[in-house]
């Protein structure tokens, strides 16, 4: 969710008033996510790196983050969403990791989309951190280095039981992945809009949608081993 500050400044307004303006993105692309019937929708919400930025931007961000989880969960009990949320969760405020189990415990059982917040994430130190947590299993004797493949690594990762992403959307038109699911994004669909985040509403999140739906989806097969066997049969 990219281009809040940019938005802003481009309005002479604070970069503030920019993440507060980028609210009404994230309750567009969540309804739409909603009303199409998608599954999963996973917002990076927050970087290891933005700990970096300035000390009242952070802590605005951290406050905005804390009333949205307030003000919205009676619509994701309404709507039946169930929120999760992936990172190093430890480094947020106490007042916020505290709202943020409280909701996440309160959907648990909801069974429509679930929104996936990527906070205090970076997808190195994800990797990272799995890679320490095998190593660990392996020096206890509880491991054997050569049962470690892709599905066992996957399993030590943030996102162990989420889906890996079918389609990245980048707002801001910026062309890289800025530490975002490095491991999950392997064959996964891209799309950049140089549409600035508080402007993406519903109608050009169809759009992305539509452009992902135009697509074919190989994995390293060709175009004839995409198609079912009969089709295959068919064609020859």
Do not use: C
């Amino acid at each position: 969710m990219d281009g809040n500050g940019r938005w802003a400044q481009r309005r002479s307004l604070s970069r503030v008033e920019g993440h507060q303006r980028g609210k009404d993105a994230v309750r567009a692309v969540v309804e739409t996510s909603r009303e199409i019937g998608l599954q999963y929708l996973t917002l990076y919400a927050f970087s290891t790196e933005n700990w970096q930025r300035p000390v009242g931007e952070v802590r605005a961000l951290m406050g905005l983050l804390r009333r949205y989880l307030r003000t919205e969960l009676r619509r994701m009990m309404n709507y039946n969403i169930r929120l999760r949320a992936v990172g190093d969760l430890g480094r947020l405020p106490v007042a916020v990791r505290r709202a943020l189990e409280a909701v996440m415990l309160a959907t648990r059982n909801n069974a429509g989309l679930t929104v996936v917040l990527a906070v205090s994430y970076g997808a190195r130190e994800e990797i990272v951190a799995a890679t320490r947590a095998l190593a660990t299993a392996v020096r206890k004797g509880q491991l054997d280095p050569q049962e470690i493949d892709e599905h066992r690594f996957a399993q030590h990762l943030w996102t162990a039981d989420i889906p890996d992403p079918d389609l990245l959307i980048r707002t801001g038109g910026e062309l890289r992945l800025s530490n975002f699911l490095l491991w999950q994004l392997a064959y996964t669909e891209i799309y950049v809009t140089d549409t600035l985040w508080p402007d993406f509403g519903r109608e050009e999140f169809l759009l992305a949608l539509a452009d992902y739906q135009g697509r074919e989806r190989r994995f390293g097969r060709t175009t004839e081993q995409q198609l079912p066997s009969a089709l295959r049969r068919a064609a020859r």
